[in-house]
């Protein structure tokens, strides 16, 4: 390679970082700060796109050692730092994967393979957090303190109610976290290869042809039994936050068949919407409209996961895709 295109790269390496950076220190451009690493990928190397990702990664860590400079000798100070630190581990982590997985042989394996180092990491913080109660409880009531002082400005209700209520918001977003990241990662995903793939019909083709294998129906029900039995029997919560996780996580795959099947559908009707357009329309109406948003998206899911017994679409829309 070239000294001039070896600056080059060096060059694109350094901005993407500090676009990146930036993004993840904004409110709405931390949901996209990955998106211009991947961008990366379409014009360098995939090592220089790897070592912008590591470079973008370091920023953050070190501007969340700086927040905690003060109490840096402390060990639950950097427990704090670890836990503030999973969603963009995760994202980046994923970003990379999804890069260097593009000889994937399906998408749905492709999403897999990304989104595995969000589970892995959240596994290893759980067990940890589980083995070290006292750390745990400590974590709690911080972040239960934390939660209790926002509600108390939003209404006046009794200090019992509130910090029951910051108990249990903290639960949804312990139960939340993993899928946010891995719906986080599926839409920046999206996104880049909408953008590199514009108006490419073997990239349309390609969203309309998404499928889940038929035994992925499975690990979907039984989470979702599991998830019933939590609301009748106490299940500890190293076992119940992981499950109501994983679950909504099938949910997501299959809201992605889902959509697939009504752009499939809306092909066969004729029109010509590119699934970017279509997206972005959905994404609105899930935003704006509240409570028939909810409806939407679990109509999206089911149909997706009617797929496993109701063909919804005609057999030339399926992807040549093996699963075997």
Known sequence: MNQGVRSRETGSLILAAAVSFVLYLTSIGSLFFTLPLLLLDRRCRKRTTDTACVAALVLILGRNIFLFKDALNQSLTWTFISVSMF?????????????????????????????????????????????????????????????????????TADE?????????????????????????????????EACTHPENEAFERKIRTFRVPEWFVY????????????????????????VISLALCTMLIYFLQGFAIIMARLRQRGSHMTAFKAAGW???????????????????????????????????????????
């Not at 589980?130 to 400005?153: G, H, K, R, W």
């Not at 903290?170 to 946010?180: G, I, R």
Request: one cysteine or more; proline letters at 5%; charged letters at 10%.
């Open 87 to 155: 969603m963009p581990l995760s994202l980046i982590l994923s970003a990379i994967v999804w890069v260097n997985k593009d000889d994937c042989r399906s998408v749905f394996e492709r999403i897999i393979y990304s989104v595995l180092p969000s589970l892995i990491l959240f596994v290893l913080i759980e067990a940890w957090l589980a083995f070290n109660p006292d750390v745990l409880q400590t974590l709690v009531e911080a972040y239960s303190s934390t939660i209790s002082s926002m509600l108390s400005l939003i209404f």
């Open 160 to 192: 019992a109610v509130t910090a029951y209520m910051a108990l249990v918001l903290l639960f949804a977003l312990a139960s939340l976290a993993v899928p946010l990241v891995v719906a986080n990662h599926i839409g920046i995903a999206f996104i880049y």
């Open 219 to 242: 690990p979907f029900l039984a989470l979702w039994a599991f998830v019933l039995v939590c609301c009748f029997v106490a299940v500890p919560f190293w076992i119940s936050v992981p």
């Open 282 to 324: 959905l994404l609105l109406i899930l935003i704006i409209v509240q409570v028939v948003n909810i409806i939407l998206a679990l109509g999206i899911t089911l149909t997706g996961v009617l797929e496993n017994w109701i063909k919804l679409r005609k057999p030339e829309e399926f992807s040549n895709e093996d699963y075997s």
